[in-house]
Nanobody
Framework: QVQLVESGGGLEQPGGSLRLSCAAS????????MRWYRQAPGLQRELVAA???????SYADSVKGRFTISRDNAKNTVYLQMNSLKPEDTAVYFC???????????????WGQGTQVTVSS
């Protein structure tokens, strides 16, 4: 069974840093775009950052210059380095990826279960 498992969330003070990781596991053939989304209480889920297999990146305006997305293709893992955290960054962060698997060779979108990030003093 293919899974995306996030880790690295937690409580951090404003101005601090956190690093999220998301590892894909299962019978994976290849992974295309990997993304981080977030959803704050009462708000819609929003795209935070995305990275292609080749390393091209894009960011939401609200996190540009503070967050960095990267990936390790050999480990099927995507990271989100979050610096200069603000209270408005508080949300559940979800990993998302387009993958082909042995059980499903069609390019399919998958979600992780989410990890809570809370920025508060």
């Amino acid at each position: 069974q293919v899974q995306l498992v996030e880790s690295g969330g937690g409580l951090e003070q404003p101005g601090g840093s956190l690093r999220l990781s998301c590892a894909a596991s299962g019978s994976i053939l290849n992974i295309g775009y990997m993304r981080w989304y977030r959803q704050a209480p009462g708000l819609q889920r929003e795209l935070v950052a995305a990275i292609s297999w080749g390393g091209s990146t894009s960011y939401a305006d609200s996190v540009k210059g503070r967050f960095t997305i990267s990936r390790d293709n050999a480990k099927n893992t995507v990271y989100l380095q979050m610096n200069s955290l603000k209270p408005e960054d508080t949300a559940v962060y979800f990993c998302n990826a387009d993958m082909r698997t042995a059980d499903n060779p069609s390019l399919t979108n998958y979600w992780g279960q989410g990890t809570q990030v809370t920025v508060s003093s």
